[in-house]
């Protein structure tokens, strides 16, 4: 069974800086989709940003870039020039090619500082 | 922007009375989702529904839980006899043609139960 883990249960930024969010994920197949959600205290889930796995290039959706190591099954989460608005619950999610569901890791918290 | 909406935002209800959750997913998309988010732990998938049936189930989603499409813009979660441990926020996904598009998610809804 596929799984997802992201290893940072809280994380912290300075307004302005930068940011890295590590996800990692377990799978045998090779072709599956990748996403970053991000649930602010309102709780929606927002997109954030996807990956599918046959592209090598890594996506970037304006301050948001990922670095998608498929050798590796890593998938981190870049936020440049962070805003307090940056400040939410962020969920890593994997997509398997054959099927619908979205599996999600357990979140990190990440806190933006003024 | 298109967007899925759910009602009610917050439902409380006594143990083993039922509850529908209602969602309109995005006009034209083709697949709905029902995800469930206890407090503090990851987003879980219920249940993929496409073509007025059910396209995939996880193990959450027994025999109280059903799903339906009583019309062309509503898709609901009834749950037949509420327990405690169903306290959770529940979330309506919705994505375009494919299982493979990106799913979009609705608001929510906090299912309180007593």
């Known amino acids: 069974a596929q799984t997802v883990t992201q290893s940072q249960p809280e994380m912290s930024v300075q307004e302005a800086e930068t940011v890295t969010l590590s996800c990692t994920y377990d799978?045998?197949?090779?072709?599956?989709?990748l996403f970053w959600y991000k649930q602010p205290p309102s709780r929606q889930m927002i997109l954030v940003i996807r990956?599918?796995?046959?592209?090598?290039q890594n996506a970037t959706e304006n301050r948001f870039s990922v670095n998608f190591q498929k050798a590796a099954k890593s998938f981190s989460l870049k936020i440049s020039d962070s805003q307090l608005g940056d400040a939410a619950m962020y969920f890593c999610?994997?997509?398997?090619?054959?099927?619908?569901?979205?599996?999600f890791g357990k979140g990190t918290k990440l806190s933006v500082k003024p | 922007e298109p967007e899925v909406t759910q009602t009610p935002s917050h439902q409380v209800t006594q143990m083993g009375q039922e509850v529908i959750l209602r969602c309109v997913p995005i006009?034209?998309?083709?697949?709905f989702y029902w995800y469930r988010q206890i407090l503090g732990q990851k987003v879980e998938f219920l249940v993929s529904?496409?073509?007025?049936?059910?396209?995939?189930k996880s193990e959450i989603f027994d025999d109280q839980f059903s799903v339906e499409r009583p019309d062309g813009s509503n898709f609901t979660l009834k749950i037949r006899s509420t327990k405690l441990e169903d306290s959770a926020m529940y979330f309506c996904?919705?994505?375009?043609?494919?299982?493979?598009?990106?799913?979009?998610f609705g608001p929510g809804t906090r299912l309180t139960v007593l």
């Open positions: 996904a919705s994505s375009d043609r494919s299982p493979r598009d990106t799913q979009y």
């Open positions: 799978t045998s197949e090779s072709d599956y989709y």
């Open positions: 990956q599918e796995a046959y592209k090598q």
């Open positions: 999610a994997y997509m398997g090619g054959s099927q619908g569901n979205l599996i």
């Open positions: 006009s034209n998309h083709l697949y």
């Open positions: 529904f496409y073509n007025n049936e059910i396209s995939e």
